[in-house]
């Protein structure tokens, strides 16, 4: 079976040459044969999804569902799922059932999806390796001695790898953005607050956005359309209408106004920087006129986002106290040293590291210098993106400053927080931002980022998927891991 | 440094985690570069910014207040380590 | 120092008060706030800080909480406020952070007149009232090795109304705390019951020699559980520090218990730890913005206070000043007896309010009941009134009338007329009676004719024996006089 896209996926279901329950064999056969080697789940969903499947079957039966119903996906494991576990790659989550579903996994069940598993991932969404994952390494399917980034690492390798055709990824600071361009897959952030984020384990709650991977931007914005909703139980859920984010992909992208940063490309390696100005250039000849702009604050994007981040992931991480849930270690001698061993052992040293910057940065003393400070370049940060936008439709930039990297590159980490240096500062304005995959460097896969003015996700899922009717990119498969 | 071992210990302290004697200094070290790259945030004048505590331009959505939420007992209490039939357990809090 | 035990002290206590307010669902969720549930029963996802759940605010408390504002004739009601994290770890805060407003509260900068201890009227400054979540219950004694966590309570709505250091004795606290709870029980927004937690003070305290202008150290009092204990504990926290600071010691700024049965304050163990909350802007909630339609769209629940109702009993209505004072006070029993005072016609406010306090509220005590059960309306009660008023009956048939309304639809009239209760003002009728009674008395009679004004009584109460006191006194008298 060849895999196009999901709309010829759902036409075949729905002509019944084929049906739910052998669209799902085929894909889990791909997981018994690769998961495993790649190290991209934590737990399948065999009953839930089994159940799932009947549902879908009737759906398409009584010719109601939607193009979704009965494609298969996996959920990053962030995303609470009732009676499955949620493990957020933690030892402190290692048995955690939730009581309850996240309101984007309920929105893709309504839809009649099939969940066949939960996606490996950095611990508590922090990392850009997938290396730290208390369940292990996540190995790229382009080079298996390379990472995956992160901290989506585990769901973009299952739709690298063809185990699925969608999954689901949170955003961060560039968790759905770089493992996409590392992988060579799509994967769009949408605005924040489009994506409730109830029951998406917090890691930064001001910056924390749901996302979706797969091959093609026209995938994106099929399984996004159905994702995004306003939520009632989210307070910062965006209070606007449902978008069809398909709608606009087929215009043509003549005249749109696409911003370049000069300065980033300039501090890009030469090979990718070559790469990403070819992409650019495609969009050129395809119409678009190239602006030049300047984010003149962006460079302290990284260094705002270690004080913010942290900050709020240090709090939101107290509740793992080994009390009412999750890990508690064995034997306490009296309720210090139940928190503090609880926690010393349920939590990896990453995470660690930022509870501990987190928790510096708002001690007393150091909050206006340091949290407040944070906040005020986040602002200037985004009143630079707000000034570009008044100029440009789209803005066009790399994703990372390196195609995928050994295990064990990066020890100090500072070195890994610079790989997220340009998916950073949309992250922090809290706009919609994709990368589409623009070819291979050294044979490893390289991205594009599209950064789009706040809820215009449809315009730059129409640059991303005219840019995908031109290439042929999105098509490519790492050796090993093609469809036959 | 911009960090030391006493700081460093005293914020273990506040987040409930141990720093052990075997690990401190690589800590120490790690959370110094960190800090030193936080830093760089210091070279741009902020004066007359309003901090931003959210990038959505929206105000607080108001809840009626109605009751919604039936007990969850069983299911809460089945998550705990350390729990009776009707309440969570903790070693002996002194007050 | 030669001068020891000849300085005089000062005392400077500032109060905060925890007022639970008075919503049917929790803070930020639809979780039943009743008190006295069955533990662990009244728990959201939200409340057991389950992964991924996330608060939304409840629009009746920004409202209470701008009640209060109103009430207290504060400066400031916030048109942007915000919520902070305060972030500490303890077993009855699941998510180791209370959500509480520290840089932007709902309301600042009000004042409460209270009498000092000379009589005189004060203003006591209160520097803020904010909105934070209330946390769970440890309990300590059902079992020896662990201590027992009761959620139910979390999240409950507060409002943490804190005082500037404006009060000097342990009286002008008291008087104070009960000012603010006669503001929250009239608003409506607190039930004020002490014993249940939903009204709770700390106290901060320390002493200064008169005339030295900085403060000194002060102590905090813990969750102190009622007026008599406040005044205890400052008290007892007074003596001791004095006694300290005259012996050559030094206060320790911390937080301490009271305890009750020893009349003792000590240290709180589980406090020690010097505690940093690291404060930030909680990033799950938004700024609460409202304009000032909003703020004044509340004014219309801002009732008449027990201070502006006694000067209306008294000047107005002509209540006896005490009267006037403890009917005012009682939120329910002044709120039926403006309701009652309402319906009358030729009945005076004043024989309205003997009666509550009187005739009606023994009742109340007899049949353990309370005003607002409404086991007579105030309509029944008016309409009662106004049968004692025109004549119909007498106080003392009133008394038996209000018995026989008790729990019943009945009005006064359709009780007198169904009991024969009228009042006998028949003089014909009565004559006769008066006429029989003399005739059965010879000699007391004879007794009354010469002067034996003894007599006289002796014959009204036969005559209102014989018709069960429905006799009019009054054409009694006129009667036996006559004669």
């Known amino acids: 079976m060849e895999f196009k896209g999901i709309k010829q996926i759902a036409e075949a279901l729905r002509a019944k040459d084929l049906s739910v329950q052998e669209l799902h064999d085929f894909y889990q056969a791909k997981i018994e044969k690769h998961a495993d080697n790649l190290n991209c789940l934590i737990n399948k969903t065999s009953e839930l999804a089994q159940k799932q499947i009947q549902q879908a079957q009737d759906l398409i039966d009584t010719g109601s569902g939607n193009p979704l119903t009965g494609i298969p996906l996996v959920h990053k494991d962030l995303f609470c799922t009732k009676d499955i576990k949620t493990t957020c790659g933690s030892r402190m989550l290692e048995n955690f059932v939730a009581p309850y579903d996240a309101t984007v996994v309920d929105n893709l069940n309504q839809a009649g999806m099939v969940t066949l598993a939960k996606a490996n991932m950095d611990e508590f969404a922090m990392g850009s390796s997938n290396e730290n994952s208390y369940f292990g390494a996540v190995k790229n399917p382009w080079d298996l001695t390379r990472v995956p980034g992160g901290s989506s690492g585990g769901s973009a390798t299952c739709v690298a790898a063809g185990l699925v055709p969608v999954a689901t990824g949170s955003d961060t600071g560039g968790s759905i953005r770089q493992p996409a361009a590392l992988c060579g897959i799509t994967g769009i952030k949408p605005t924040y607050g489009r994506n409730s984020r109830y029951g998406m384990v917090a890691f930064a709650s001001s910056l924390d956005q749901a996302g979706v991977f797969a091959k093609s931007a026209e995938d994106c914005a099929l399984v996004l359309s159905q994702m995004c909703s306003f939520d009632a139980k989210d307070s910062t859920s965006a209070q606007v209408d449902k978008e069809d984010f398909n709608q606009n992909l087929n215009q043509s992208i003549k005249g749109v106004k696409i911003g370049v940063i000069p300065e980033w490309m300039g501090t890009l390696p030469e090979n990718i920087r070559r790469q990403t100005q070819q992409s650019i250039d495609t969009l050129k000849n395809m119409g678009a006129q190239l602006v030049e702009i300047k984010l003149p604050t962006a460079h302290l994007a990284v260094s705002a986002y270690y004080v913010i981040a942290p900050a709020e992931c240090s709090s939101n991480l107290s509740r793992f106290d080994g009390i009412r849930y999750g890990r508690q270690c064995d034997n306490p001698k009296d309720l210090n040293d139940l928190y503090v061993r609880s926690r010393t052992e349920g939590f990896g040293e990453e995470v660690k590291r930022r509870i501990m910057v987190g928790t510096w940065a708002l001690s007393a003393g150091f909050y206006d210098a340091y949290y407040r400070k944070a906040q005020k370049i986040r602002r200037l940060i985004s009143e630079d993106f707000a000034s570009a936008f008044a100029q440009v439709d789209v803005i066009a930039a790399p994703v990372s400053p390196e195609v995928a990297f050994e295990f064990n590159a990066k020890k100090d980490p500072v070195s890994m927080y610079q790989a997220d240096i340009y998916t950073i500062p949309s992250s922090l304005a809290g706009l919609p931002c994709m990368s589409i995959p623009i070819g291979l460097v050294d044979k490893l896969p390289v991205g594009l980022q599209l950064i789009g003015n706040n809820l215009q996700e449809a315009k730059i899922l129409n640059v991303a998927h005219q840019f995908q009717q031109e290439t042929d990119f999105h098509h490519l498969v790492a050796e090993g891991f093609a469809h036959e | 440094m911009l960090i030391n071992r006493k700081e460093v210990q005293q914020i273990a302290v506040l987040a409930k985690l141990n720093v052990s004697k075997d690990e401190i200094d690589t800590i120490v070290t790690s959370l110094d570069s960190v800090v030193e790259m936080i830093n760089h945030i210091n070279e741009v004048d902020t004066d007359n910014v309003k901090p931003m505590a959210n990038p959505m331009d929206a105000v607080q959505r108001l809840r009626a207040d109605v009751v919604t939420e039936t007990s969850n007992k069983e299911v809460l209490l089945s998550m705990a380590t350390n729990a009776d039939d009707d309440y969570f357990l903790v070693p002996t809090v002194v007050e | 120092m030669s001068n020891q035990n000849t300085t005089q002290w000062e005392t400077v206590i500032g109060l905060e008060i925890h007022t639970q307010l008075k919503t049917k669902s929790k803070l930020f969720a639809g979780t039943n706030t009743a008190y006295g549930g069955e533990p662990n029963t009244q728990v959201s996802l939200l409340e057991a800080a389950m992964p991924g759940t996330l608060p939304v605010f409840n629009e009746k408390v920004l409202r209470y909480a701008i009640r209060f504002g109103l009430a207290v004739g504060a400066k400031v009601i916030a048109k942007e406020s915000t919520f902070d994290r305060k972030n500490y770890f303890y077993p009855d805060s699941p998510k180791a952070y209370q959500i509480t407003q520290l840089n932007h509260p709902i309301v600042e900068h009000g004042e409460l007149v209270i009498q000092d201890d000379k009589g005189n009227d004060k203003t006591i400054r209160i520097n803020r009232a904010h909105i934070e979540e209330d946390a ?111 012996s050559g010691g030094t206060v320790t700024q911390e937080t301490r218990l009271y305890d009750a049965d020893k009349n003792e304050t000590r240290p709180m163990r589980s406090k020690e730890e010097a505690n940093d909350y690291r404060y930030f802007p909680d990033p799950d909630l938004l700024p609460v913005v409202i304009d000032q339609a909003y703020i004044d769209n509340e004014k219309q629940f801002i009732p008449e206070f027990p201070a502006q109702k006694i000067i209306r009993y008294t000047q107005d209505l002509k209540l006896k000043p005490d009267d006037a004072t403890t009917i005012a006070h009682d939120k329910e029993l002044s709120e039926y007896f403006d309701a009652a005072v309402k319906q009358l016609g030729k009945a005076k406010p004043k024989v309205a309010a003997n009666m509550i306090l009187g005739e009606f509220s023994a009742l109340l005590n007899a049949n353990d009941a309370k005003v607002e059960d409404n086991n007579i309306s105030p309509e029944q009660f008016a309409e009662l009134l106004e049968a004692l008023a025109a004549g119909t009956i007498s106080h003392k048939i009133a008394k038996v009338v209000m018995e026989k309304i008790w729990g019943t639809d009945s009005t006064a009239a359709q009780i007198i007329d169904k009991e024969g209760l009228a009042q006998v003002s028949d003089t014909g009728e009565l004559e006769t009676i008066v006429k029989e009674i003399i005739k059965n008395n010879p000699s007391q009679f004879e007794a009354y004719k010469g002067g034996d004004m003894k007599m006289f009584n002796y014959f009204v109460g036969q005559v209102m024996k014989q018709t069960r006191g429905r006799a009019n006194p009054a054409q009694v008298k006129t009667l036996l006089e006559e004669l």
């Open chain 3, 136 to 246: 769970g219950k440890s309990i300590h004694d059902k079992y020896t090795q662990y201590s027992a966590i009761d959620l139910n309570r979390c999240g409950t709505p507060l409002i943490e109304i804190v005082s500037e250091p404006d009060l000097s004795s342990a009286k002008e606290a008291v008087r104070y705390m009960r000012g603010i709870h006669t503001i929250v029980t009239h608003l409506g927004i607190c039930d004020g019951n002490l014993q249940e937690g939903s009204f709770r003070c700390d106290a901060n305290v320390s002493i200064r020699p008169v005339g030295q202008k900085e403060l000194g150290t002060r102590t905090e009092l813990k969750n102190i559980n009622s007026f008599r204990f406040v005044e205890k504990a400052i008290n007892i926290e007074i003596k001791r520090q004095i006694k300290l600071l005259e």
